[in-house]
């Protein structure tokens, strides 16, 4: 059984994710359909940038968010001056970190599954009269919606287990950035928190290995679909 305290890093770790994963999702595609269907100069570098936080350390991500972030970084200073506002140290930190992270591994699902979509289906539908909205609309989205639908649980599941990034950005406070990683590493450190490790531990396995099924399953189903075709 979990203590109530244990769950509300259960219920923070969800948030974190949930959020990272949903606002991350627009940019992945966007990403995505620009490597996937344009051709323009520097592509390669582009698709080398956003695949750059699956090989730099996740304390080198999460230092570089630090300096764009801090009330003299350029983020940071603008959200200062609008809004008042700053990240660090806040839930909302640990989601961008989250998002951050995240972001190569949904672009690369959701590329795939652009890149599998036969572009002669969109050519047919424009030549009955479709403009291109309406074709990405009707014809390109719901054929790649599995490779989104699969983008956003991996992504979920890396969000849950982001760790370095996270507590070098907005480091490790109980009850606002201390998700399950965080809270594991902290119990390590503390005598006699092998129990809580092993509770934390138990759960964010479980959470992971749901989603990598999730995943498997809809990666299934999509290539069963795409057969048909």
């Not at 200073?77 to 992270?101: H, K």
């Not at 572009?119 to 390109?140: C, D």
């Not at 990598?212 to 075709?229: F, I, K, N, Q, W």
Request: with cysteine; net charge positive; hydrophobic share 60%.
């Amino acid at each position: 059984m979990l203590t109530p305290e244990e769950w509300g890093i259960v219920l923070l770790s969800l948030k974190v994710g949930g959020v990272a994963v949903l606002a991350c999702l627009p940019i992945a595609f966007a990403l995505a359909w620009l490597l996937a269907r344009a051709r323009f100069p520097g592509k390669l570098l582009v698709d080398g940038l956003v695949h750059l936080p699956l090989v730099v350390p996740p304390v080198v991500t999460g230092w570089l968010l630090l300096l764009a972030f801090a009330p003299a970084g350029p983020v940071g200073r603008w959200l200062e001056a609008w809004f008042g506002a700053t990240v660090l140290f806040r839930w909302t930190g640990a989601a961008i970190a989250a998002a951050v992270m995240a972001l190569p591994l949904m672009v690369r699902a959701i590329r795939l599954s652009i890149e599998a979509v036969d572009q002669r289906l969109e050519q047919a539908a424009r030549t009955l009269g479709a403009g291109r909205v309406r074709a990405f609309w009707t014809i390109t989205l719901p054929l790649a919606l599995p490779g989104v639908i699969a983008a956003l649980v991996l992504g979920f599941a890396r969000a849950l287990g982001e760790f370095g990034a996270t507590i070098t950005f907005v480091s490790n406070v109980p009850g606002e950035t201390q998700t399950l990683p965080l809270a594991i590493y902290a119990a390590l450190q503390m005598p006699g928190g092998e129990a809580q490790v092993l509770r934390l531990a138990g759960i964010s396995v479980l959470l992971s290995l749901a989603a990598l099924l999730v995943s498997e399953l809809v990666a299934r189903r999509a290539g069963r679909g795409l057969h048909v075709l």
